[in-house]
Every structure is written in structure tokens, then in C-alpha cells.
T-cell receptor
Framework: AQKITQTQPGMFVQEKEAVTLDCTYD???????LFWYKQPSSGEMIFLIY??????QNATEGRYSLNFQKARKSANLVISASQLGDSAMYFC?????????????FGSGTRLSIRP | ETGVTQTPRHLVMGMTNKKSLKCEQH?????MYWYKQSAKKPLELMFV???????ENNSVPSRFSPECPNSSHLFLHLHTLQPEDSALYLC???????????????FGSGTQLSVL
């Protein structure tokens, strides 16, 4: 069965520092996708970055990069030069398989707080 | 309007009431989802619809009844709820194509439900 684990319930980081949010996953599928979402206090879920299981390069989107280590089944999110607006909940998620509307499951999240 | 719209944003109901949550997407997607987000739990997938057909029911109690009349609209009918059903209910959509591993979810802002 699929499983996503985020072991950091909360993190405090100084503004302008880089931060790494941990995510490990478990799946028996060879084909899967990994996602990171941000949820500010307003509640909406904002897509940040995607990594496919067959992608050889780590995904990057602006200040976000995904450190994908397939053998370790980890997909850590790296935020460079953190900003006050980065304070939010961050969720790692995974989708297995090729079928449309397949399940996406989420980890328990990490609450990131940026200190000025 | 664009994106995924959920109404109402907030709902307070008694345990004997019947109410409905509404979700509408203007993205031309074919797959729609209901997730439940409780204060102390990860996002829980409740239902998945693809081309109006239910493809996933994640062992949800029958007091939650989904309805998908077309690919743009999704409802969650609520009756005789319990206080532990109080949560943020998030609707999402995705294109619903194959292969689907890279399909991200587009979320609405959620309905914050309180059951008294």
C-alpha cells in the first residue's frame, strides 16, 4: 500500500536561509509521481513542484527544488532563500499508476515558520 | 470565474440537519475529488469521480453522500453528522487523462464545517 511520511511536524527557520523539508514514501509501483503542496493559513492548497519516478533530473521551480533519491525513496523539498511568505503547512503527496483519477495520498505535513 | 470554487466557505450544522457542500470547476477537467482535513490528521481522500462515475470510496460512512451530475460539479450531501466530522472539506479536480502519474490536483479553498 502507498504511504507518505513526513517526520517534521514543525520547523523554524531564519529568513533568507535555505530549508529542507523531509518526505519519504513507500510504494510497490514502478511508475508514480511525487508532489509538494503549500497550504497557507487561508486554507487553499497551492501546488509547488512535481517529480516523476522516471525523471533522471531533480525537479526545480524557482526557489523550490526537489531532492529525489529513488533508492532511498525520499523526495525532500528544498526552499532556497526563505521568505516570510513561505510560512505555511507543506504537504508531500504521491500518485501511483497510470489510470486516470488514481488516488493521490498525502503526508501529515510540516508547519514551516520563517523568523524575520 | 476560473479554477475550483467551493460553497459555502463556512458551515455550522446540528447533528440532525441535512446540508450540502458544492464544488464547481471551470478548468475542463474530468476527475473530481473530495478530501477531508481534520486538525490532527493528514488529508484523507473520501471520494473520486472520473467522467461522472465514482471510482473511489475510501470507506466513508454513509452519512456522507457524494453526487456528481456532470464533470464540472460535485456535491457532498451531509446528514446526521457527528461532532468528529467537523473538519475542512476540500474539493479538487484534475484533467483525468492517461497516463495520470503527473496529474496534479487543483484545489478549492474548502468548506470549514462545524458540527454541534
Amino acid at each position: 500500500a502507498q504511504k507518505i511520511t513526513q517526520t517534521q511536524p514543525g520547523m523554524f527557520v531564519q529568513e533568507k536561509e535555505a530549508v529542507t523539508l523531509d518526505c519519504t514514501y513507500d510504494t510497490s509501483d514502478q511508475s508514480y509521481g511525487l508532489f509538494w503542496y503549500k497550504q497557507p493559513s487561508s486554507g487553499e492548497m497551492i501546488f509547488l513542484i512535481y517529480q516523476g519516478s522516471y525523471d533522471e533530473q531533480n525537479a526545480t521551480e524557482g526557489r523550490y527544488s526537489l531532492n529525489f533519491q529513488k533508492a532511498r525513496k525520499s523526495a525532500n523539498l528544498v526552499i532556497s532563500a526563505s521568505q516570510l511568505g513561505d510560512s505555511a503547512m507543506y504537504f508531500c503527496a504521491m500518485r501511483e499508476g497510470y489510470s486516470s483519477a488514481s488516488k493521490i495520498i498525502f503526508g501529515s505535513g510540516t508547519r514551516l515558520s520563517i523568523r524575520p | 470565474e476560473t479554477g475550483v470554487t467551493q460553497t459555502p466557505r463556512h458551515l455550522v450544522m446540528g447533528m440532525t440537519n441535512k446540508k450540502s457542500l458544492k464544488c464547481e470547476q471551470h478548468l475542463g477537467h474530468n476527475a473530481m475529488y473530495w478530501y477531508k482535513q481534520s486538525a490532527k490528521k493528514p488529508l484523507e481522500l473520501m471520494f473520486v469521480y472520473n467522467f461522472k462515475e465514482q471510482t473511489e470510496n475510501n470507506s466513508v460512512p454513509s452519512r456522507f453522500s457524494p453526487e456528481c451530475p456532470n464533470s464540472s460539479h460535485l456535491f457532498l450531501h451531509l446528514h446526521t453528522l457527528q461532532p468528529e466530522d467537523s473538519a475542512l472539506y476540500l474539493c479538487a479536480s484534475s484533467p483525468g487523462t492517461q497516463p495520470a502519474t503527473n496529474e496534479k490536483l487543483f484545489f478549492g479553498s474548502g468548506t470549514q464545517l462545524s458540527v454541534l
